[in-house]
Nanobody, 123 residues
Framework: QVQLVESGGGSVQAGGSLRLSCAAS????????MAWFRQAPGKEREFVASVTWTGITPYYADSAKGRFTISRDNTNNTLYLQMNGLKSEDTAVYYC????????????????WGQGTQVAVSS
């Protein structure tokens, strides 16, 4: 079992930046692929970015490419999402997720989820 706790959300103006963090605890010795998803009001949860245990090759949704950077610190069991150039359409609850296995953009592939952190971008 892995427990995930997100932090770092908040309100920001368009063009601004935020850095989300996800602290993992529990059985963190397993080589999990970790990811960020988001869910806007009235919409389905969607993939944002993922990274494998090695952190070498991240994978991004088209909406995140060039603006967001996913990274992980395995020593401190923490996943990050640096978000720059934020737009109003980035407003959502952002979730951290983990799975045993390789990259995936599908919510059903992930075994563990955090409770989410709210990001609000005003134009």
């Amino acid at each position: 079992q892995v427990q995930l706790v997100e932090s770092g959300g908040g309100s920001v103006q368009a063009g601004g930046s935020l850095r989300l963090s996800c602290a993992a605890s529990g059985r963190t010795s397993t080589n999990y692929t970790m990811a960020w998803f988001r869910q806007a009001p009235g919409k389905e949860r969607e993939f944002v970015a993922s990274v494998t245990w090695t952190g070498i090759t991240p994978y991004y949704a088209d909406s995140a490419k060039g603006r967001f950077t996913i990274s992980r610190d395995n020593t401190n069991n923490t996943l990050y999402l640096q978000m720059n150039g934020l737009k109003s359409e980035d407003t959502a609850v952002y979730y951290c997720a983990a799975r045993v296995g390789g990259m995936s953009r599908y919510t059903s592939s992930y075994n563990y989820w955090g409770q989410g952190t709210q990001v609000a971008v005003s134009s």
